[in-house]
């Protein structure tokens, strides 16, 4: 299963959040969701100039990115229990979540201000 969220600074977002999400997880829960939670994300701030990264792992993790990526794309392997995210036109790997557990269907969550949707409508594929 794949997802992408575009960033840059031509957003009028100032936080975004991209990850995968159990079907079950309630979409007003706390912010950043975690792992312990149902949920596997990276998220962005922009502050100024620059651009912050995180992967809200059991604990939030600063990530350090060499160049801004214009789209995060999340990669999610269900055999493996691996959630991947990556800088689409480099091919970049920014965080890998390791021993994921789905128990159900996971669904996309995309996070943008105050504006959050779950989505389901994607085809998941094997390696």
């Given at each position: 299963?794949?997802?992408?969220?575009?960033?840059?600074?031509?957003?009028?977002?100032?936080?975004?959040?991209?990850?995968?999400v159990k079907e079950s997880v309630?979409?007003?829960?706390?912010?950043?969701?975690?792992?312990?939670?149902?949920?596997?994300?990276?998220?962005?701030?922009?502050?100024?100039?620059?651009?912050?990264?995180?992967?809200?792992?059991?604990?939030?993790?600063?990530?350090?990115?060499?160049?801004?990526?214009?789209?995060?794309?999340?990669?999610?392997?269900?055999?493996?229990?691996?959630?991947?995210?990556?800088?689409?036109?480099?091919?970049?790997?920014?965080?890998?979540?390791?021993?994921?557990?789905?128990?159900?269907?996971?669904?996309?969550?995309?996070?943008?201000?105050?504006?959050?949707?779950?989505?389901?409508?994607?085809?998941?594929?094997?390696?």
């Amino acid at each position: 299963r794949r997802d992408t969220v575009k960033t840059g600074r031509g957003t009028t977002s100032k936080v975004w959040t991209l990850g995968v999400v159990k079907e079950s997880v309630n979409k007003h829960m706390g912010f950043p969701p975690t792992p312990k939670d149902g949920a596997w994300t990276l998220s962005a701030r922009y502050t100024g100039w620059a651009v912050q990264y995180f992967a809200c792992d059991s604990e939030i993790l600063l990530l350090h990115v060499r160049q801004t990526p214009k789209t995060v794309g999340v990669f999610v392997d269900c055999e493996k229990g691996e959630v991947s995210f990556y800088d689409v036109d480099t091919r970049t790997l920014m965080y890998s979540f390791t021993g994921c557990t789905f128990t159900e269907k996971p669904s996309t969550l995309k996070y943008r201000g105050d504006d959050i949707t779950k989505k389901q409508d994607y085809t998941l594929r094997h390696k």
